[in-house]
Each structure stands twice: as C-alpha cells, then as structure tokens.
C-alpha cells in the first residue's frame, strides 16, 4: 500500500525543483484541463470547469447586487469597427484571428474573433444611448475571446479563453471612475472572499495600461514561485471609445455630449492562479468556496457490514445539507482513495469504518494542513461547514503571510535584482517608458501596479535610473 | 391617456394581418434583440438574456439531475478534424466560418469556427476513453456556434448563436438509444413545464436527420401561424463518429470495441419559439417559469401620501418571497406603465393606490387574459406563486388548444395542401426521399416527425405518390 501511494503521487513534479513542471502535472493529472488539437486552445474539462461555474456563479450575483445586467454580443468584429479606435488597434490587432470565409464565399471584408469587445459594444451603445435617462448603462457579459498567442499555457494564456467583460457608459467622468473603482473592488473582494488570495490593488503603468484606456486599475496575486499574476483589471476608458463609436446622449442642459466608459474583465486565468497559490506537492488544493466537491466520504473497509449503509447515510444528510459532497464506494484501496482526494485538492475528506461506527464519530481529515480530527455524525454538516471556514481563512493567511515575506522595499539596484527573482519589489520609480523598458530587459520584472492607499516614500529617486521619482510602484517577474 | 396608450401599442403590427412583422416588431420593441453590425448575428439585450439565463438555469438542473456533466471545447477546429466524418462534412461545410489568418499570419491549416462539436469532441473522447469503466461517459457544453446562413431572423435563425450540446458515449447502442431518448424526454418536459409550449416528440426523416447521425429525434412546436418550430434534437450518432474519431474502448471480454455516442442541442432559437407561440397584439407574453420580471408594481397616484411608502414595502416582501418583481417608480403616466408592461409580457401587474390601501387590498391584473382581481395584501406572494401557476397552466393549455385545432388528417393531397396552410398535417407517407422534396416543391411543407407512441394508420398508401406507406408523418410548413 505504502509503495501504491509513493507511485500515485510522483507522478507530480516537486514545486521547489520545477515549479513550471509541478503546474503542468497538476492541471492535466487532475482532469482541470486538456490539450486539444488546436494550437494553442484548451479543453477545460469537467473538474475544471465546475471550478468556473462556481467562479461564474459568485460573481455573477456581485455584478447584479451592483445593478448590472448580462447581454449576449456578436463573436465576429467588422476590420473597419476594430480599427476605429487608434491605440486599440495597435494593441490588439497583432494578436486577432480573422474570418475571412463564409461557406464557399470570400468575405467582402475580414471579420475579427473577438480579442475583447469595446469596439462592438461600443457600436450597439451609440444607437442605444441617446439622453441623459439612458444612463448609466450597465451590463456585462459571458463569453470566449480569443488573442492569437504565440506561447501558451493552459488556464494562463490561451489563444481562446472564458471571461466576463463588463461595459459600462456614464454621464460624467466622476461617475466612470467610481465605476472602475468600484468594479475593482468588487475583484478584489472576491478574490480574498473566495478564492482566498490576497491582491494587491493598484494603478497600472501607461505602457501596462489596456489599449485605449484613460487609466487601468489591476489586481495583481503572488504565486507560490514568486511571480506576479494579474488577476483582473478595470479601465475607465474616458471618452475615447465614445468619441470612436459615437456614443452621445443629449444632457439635463439640452446640450449633446460624449458619454464616458468604463470596462472591467476576469478570465479562466484566476483559475491558473488559485491552482498556483494554494496547491502543494500533493497536488490541488481548492479552496472550498470554489471546490467542486468539498466534501469527499470514503468508507473504510465497506465491505463490512454496515459501513456502506452509514457511508451512504452520511452523504446524503451532508448533500442535503447544502454541501458539495461526494461518496467514493468504489472498489479503489482507502489509501488509493486518500491519495485521490489529495491530489484533487478536496478541501475535506470524511473516513468512516467499523469502529468510527461503533463510537458514532467520523475521522475528518482537512486538505490543507492535513490535521486529523474526530467528530461525532451528529451534526456533521455543522461541524464540516465551520472546518470549511476555517480553511478558507487559513488558505488565505498563509497566501498572505507567504507573499508578505516575499515583498522587498528596495533602495539600490542590487536589493532590486534580489528581490524580483522569487519576490515582489517596492520601489521608487521615475514613471518613464524608457527606465520601465531597461528594468524589464535587465531583470526580467515588469511594473505591476502603484498601489492604493499607500503613499509610502522610500526615496526621491528612481531606484534604477537615478531620476527624481514620485510614485512607489510593484515590479515583479509575471506571467 | 387613451391616446397615448393607443399610439403605444400600435408600432406593433397585428399578428392576424402581418404575423412576421409582428414578430419584428415584438422582439425589437420589447429590448429583447437588436441587429448589430455583424452581418445574420445579433445582440441579445438584456431582457432577452434574461429569459436565456432562466432557461439555461433550468436545463442546466436538470442535465445535471441525469447524471451529465459540464465542460468546454473549442471554438475552433482544424478542417482536416471537420473532415473525418463523411456526411457530417457533407452536411456543414458550406455554413460554416473559416479562420484562415491569426495575426499577420497566414494559418497553415483553415480554421471553422464550431458550427456543432462532434468533431473536436469526438478527438477528445478518443484520448480520454481507454476501457469500458470510464464508460459512459456524459458530458455537456454551454457555448455560442456559427453558421453562415444565407438568410437570418433573430433567434429562429442567425449566424451566430448560443446554445447547449451533450456529447456522450456508450458502451453499447441499447444505452446510447435510451440516452438519445431520455435527453428529448427531458427537452419535452421542460418545453411544457418551464416553457409552457406543447411539443409532439418523434423521429425524423432520413433526410432531415442530423449530418452524420444514425437517426435524429426532435420536438416539434406549432407557432400561431400554423408552422412548426424544430425546437430541440437528440441523434443517435450509432459507431459512426466512433469510427471517424477512433473512439476505443477495452471492454469486459477484453475485446477493442468501438464506442456508441449521441448528441443533443437546444439553442436561443427556443426565445424565438415562445414568443410566437404565447405572444398577442400587445406584444411579449411570457410564461412565468423564464419571465425576467414576473411582477411589475405599479402605484397609482404614488404622489398622495403613503402609497409610494406601501408599494415599495410589497415590492420588497415580494422579492423576499422568491419573485422576480420590479416597481415602477418613474414619472410615466399609470396608463403608460401598463402598457408597458403588457408589451414586455411581465405575467402580473400590481397596481396599488390610495383606495387599495384603505382597503388593505391591491388590484392584479393577469397578462394572458387580462383578467382583473383584488386581493387582500396579506399573504400576497402566495396568492401570485399560486396565480403564476395558474398562468403558466392556461398558457400550456391554450397553446394545445390552438394547435390540436389546426392539425389536418390528410388522405388526399387536397386536404393536405390545405392543411399545411396554417397548420399541420398527418399523414401518411412513402419514406421515400423523391415523394419528400416534390412535397416540398409543390406545398412549401417538409417532413417534420414520425411521432413518438403513436400508431395510426390512415391509409395503406402514401398521401402524395400513392405508393404503398406504413409510417404516419408530420409535415408541416417550418421556421
């Protein structure tokens, strides 16, 4: 048994010898997720994709709390439409799929998959937006977009990946940055809330900025190898969009205006980075919030009498209970079983057997930190729903405290270069595109963010050029 | 008012004089759609996404209720994959979109976007089934498609839409035949008890059957003009995507087999369906089950003391109770609010004034018949749960009505002509594919079902080529 166990779980690679490896072998040896035939494009496959819909379902109800509504927009993009904004252009079209067949039929104009869709919402927006009662619009959307990448990795960067993509249009510029701001926080509250990862909010670079926006905010999470992970990003895009597409509306004081947009997107990526911030050499750890199946039931030697019966007992009053719970009787070893559940990520694991059944306790086992408890049957579901808690919050401790220490405030060029090779660096910075370029060529570390409320000052001057500086800014090596 | 309310409801042409502008009118006029810039594809707008979502919410329960679940392919497939399956090529090439650039890139290998998922499902399917124990297995996708039609009607036909298709695979045909069967259960139920719309379930035509299917059972809607809707299909697809997609499985006996599939899909088209079949002169009149508002309050006089105040505490009792409610509190004349609210279909309006409250009741106005009751305020949510079932029951039952009254049993080709006319047709038929499309030539109508449980026999020979006929067919003039 001992030896069946060994094996099972070398099949994963060791995060401290090849981090990369271990992500691969996770992903693909727990069933997230696929290879397909298709450059570049993945399957995400049940277990993986009960992930985002838990993900979907969370959200989903944060976008309607805060008055948004879903709408469905075309896939394909008119070339002329894309190429009405200038610097999104440029940002995206080098990265576009383009149709330019339709049955037998050359298309009289190439049409663009959908890289994200400011441009196509924008358009419906003009028709639809004409007085100041038309305001705020709010929606969002569900959907696949695809960006033409030429390295990829499942859940990180795809050609084609799930997302959501708010978009939204107001009457002032106040009210367009309240929104992006809000939608921020909305991210980040969910990010802590129930993925358990901690984030760094802040205000991207101009050169990090979303094609065409006034000003990006980002979320950015510490993986477990250090790098940086941008979780989710909110533009308010002034009236650049609507001065492109034409999104007017005639004010309280008869006069016409711009509109100001807004727009915000998360992706299949966060689940990249939930895997690469809780998981373990045993394999996935999944938060419970977001867990497919939070509970696993594995009866121990069921061929006894009775101890199927009870097993079985058990799921039901968890499932009935509103738990995610599943019931392994299958004719797999219990220690087979344990090691599956372990790489699965299972946030708890419930092991009853004939002698559990005798004292009327279970043995609770939490995924997390391994811990072994008994626990009566009565009120399981109480007793697991508080356990489930509990891991969330230390998930999300230890993510904390385990990106904390590797947060680096440096002064000198060489603390700098430590601290981006396994870290995040703070840093004074000049906020010019050149030094922004040098750092990143010399080290590897791009600008993640100039943190929110903080306005910490390390030094006057630029920690790699020397020029006087204002703003702290996040640098890290990212995905 | 009168006036007022007059010129509201009459951008909406009569069904009787013009029943496809009406339909126009109902879907653009409603907000549910709007035609975008993209040639054949459409915005869903909010109100009709949100029918799509409590149509997905349901469906999506109950696929997971049989054991199915959830996973994403993707959108594109290479042509030499779409290519395996003879017929099924044979069947969607000339409709569908073709990437042929990514980037600056000429692709060495044209890309159709998904126009169904056989294909690359079925390369999935072959990696992932080793032996008869990962058998069988169920899978379902949420996802948007592309055709490239020639002409396009929002939700009944666009090049681009949003649907649900199950993929599966057995171990042998007896399985995958009860599953084909089980799944169009399923869609008929829901079509009855969420959609309140009738279906009669039967077998298609070889010629209608799904390209690449062994046989294709549907469901089958009549609309208030007579025609028929396909409203969901479930295809037995045999061995022959196993044989194209080397779909292998090591079974008991230690023999390679090929496995046995199936596939079944519903789509947006489903909007399109209940619009025509529940819809009147005033517009939109939606069954409660996928009503995005099932209750609209509307105050009357809300500038008199206290009725504002006792409206929103209904409002928010309601929406604690469980419905979907909304309070118009606008500036808009109660005239205007009711016909508003009529054209969107909501299922019952609260209207609530100053005489109300010093009775303690409300008047409900229902939208399928317009009847008008007071009902005590107390225990208000109950007496409109119960008054949404008796809607959604008068809905089912009056749709059935309609329709038995326009189903012809046809002996003669006479009748039949005239049958098709607005209605349905029995009949019988040779089977033979020449007789199907001079049918179709002479009358407009095709082949819609051999339906399911029935079996009468009207006549010993064929309806139109008088050849001997053993089979009743429904045809019909279709959407």
Not at 376 to 389: G, H, Q, S, V, Y
Request: aromatic share 10%; charged share 25%; hydrophobic share 40%.
């Amino acid at each position: 048994m001992a030896k069946k166990q060994e094996e099972f779980v070398t099949h994963i690679a060791r995060r401290s010898e090849d981090f990369s490896q271990w992500y691969t072998d996770v992903i693909l040896k727990t069933d997230m997720v696929d290879y397909s035939d298709v450059k570049g494009c993945m399957v995400i496959k049940p277990y993986g994709y009960g992930v985002w819909e838990l993900i979907q379902h969370e959200m989903d109800a944060r976008f309607k709390a805060t008055g948004h509504k879903n709408a469905y927009f075309p896939l394909l993009i008119p070339e002329s439409l894309l190429m009405k904004e200038a610097e999104h252009v440029e940002g995206f079209a080098p990265e576009v799929a383009w149709v330019t067949m339709g049955g037998k039929e050359v298309l009289p104009e190439r049409l663009a998959i959908r890289p994200t869709s400011e441009t196509i919402i924008g358009s419906m927006y003009s028709k639809w937006v004409q007085s100041y009662r038309d305001l705020p619009v709010l929606m969002n959307q569900w959907c696949n977009v695809m960006r033409w990448e030429k390295s990829t990795r499942p859940f990180l960067r795809t050609s084609e990946f799930l997302w959501q993509e708010g978009h939204t249009v107001h009457a002032t510029l106040e009210e367009a940055e309240e929104e992006t701001v809000r939608m921020l926080g909305v991210y980040k509250e969910f990010a802590e809330n129930v993925l358990a990862i901690p984030v760094i909010t802040g205000q991207k670079s101009a050169k990090e900025k979303f094609a065409g926006a006034e000003h990006t905010y980002t979320m950015e999470a510490m993986m477990q190898d250090g790098k940086a992970l941008q979780m989710g990003t909110s533009h308010n895009l002034g009236q650049n969009f609507a001065k492109s597409y034409d999104i007017t509306f005639l004010d309280k004081d008869g006069a016409l205006k711009y509109g100001y947009t807004t727009s915000w997107g998360t992706s299949t990526r966060m689940i990249g980075g939930l895997i690469m911030v809780h998981g373990d050499d045993r394999g996935l750890v999944l938060p419970p919030k977001v867990a497919p199946v939070q509970v696993e039931v594995v009866p121990i030697a069921q061929h006894k009498e009775g101890v199927f019966e009870k097993a079985n007992e058990l799921f039901f009053a968890l499932k009935n209970a509103g738990l995610r719970v599943e019931l392994d009787d299958s004719e797999k070893s219990a220690g087979w079983k344990f090691n599956e559940c372990e790489m699965k990520g299972i946030p708890v694991r419930v092991e009853i057997g004939p002698k559990d059944i005798e004292k009327g306790t279970v043995v609770l086992v939490r995924r997390d930190n391994f811990e072994k408890t008994f626990a009566p049957m009565e009120n399981l579901a109480d007793t697991i729903k508080t356990l489930l808690e509990d891991i969330h919050n230390n998930l999300f401790e230890q993510a904390k405290a385990r990106r904390d220490a590797h947060i680096t405030q440096a002064t000198d060029f060489e603390t700098f270069k430590q601290g981006v090779n396994g870290g995040f660096v703070e840093a004074m910075w000049c906020g010019e595109r050149d030094c922004e370029d040098a750092i990143k060529a010399e080290t590897g570390a791009t600008t993640r963010c100039m943190p929110f409320g903080e306005h910490k000052c390390l030094s006057d001057v630029c920690v790699h050029c020397g020029r006087p500086a204002k703003r702290l800014m996040i640098f890290a090596k990212a995905y």
